[in-house]
């Protein structure tokens, strides 16, 4: 990942930001945004697939599935996060027992 430090802001919008490279996640991601900060606010702990499904969607439509958007959440998240570097996005985002931490 690289010997620079990261820079991360939450107030006044999302970013994290390594050397000159920044990655911004845009305004209208706002799931994006709290998935990040959560996990971030939370980085002590893995936190379980459950809680963050229903901290993301407190009612789920019928027909849908929590879990697959999760997936698809964490995959933007991870994918974004790699613009800071090859495999930035693997690196900050562990997946561990059952949840998700920030590394």
Same mark, same amino acid.
């Given at each position: 990942? @690289? ?33 990040? +900060? ?7 702990? &893995? ?14 439509? &019928?027909?849908?599935? +929590? ?12 994918? @974004? ?5 090859? @495999?930035? @996005? ?14």
């Amino acid at each position: 990942m @690289g010997s620079d430090s990261l820079q991360i802001q939450m107030l006044g919008g999302f970013s994290v930001r390594r050397g000159g490279v920044k990655f911004a996640v845009p305004s209208r991601s706002k799931k994006l945004c709290l998935l990040l +900060a959560f996990l971030i606010a939370e980085q002590n702990r &893995p936190v379980p697939l459950e809680e963050l499904t229903s901290l993301l969607w407190e009612e789920v439509p &019928p027909g849908a599935n +929590a879990s697959n958007s999760l997936k698809a959440l964490l995959h933007r998240a991870r994918t @974004g996060l790699d613009q800071l570097g090859e @495999g930035t @996005g693997r690196t900050l985002l562990l997946s561990r027992e059952g949840g998700c931490q920030w590394n």
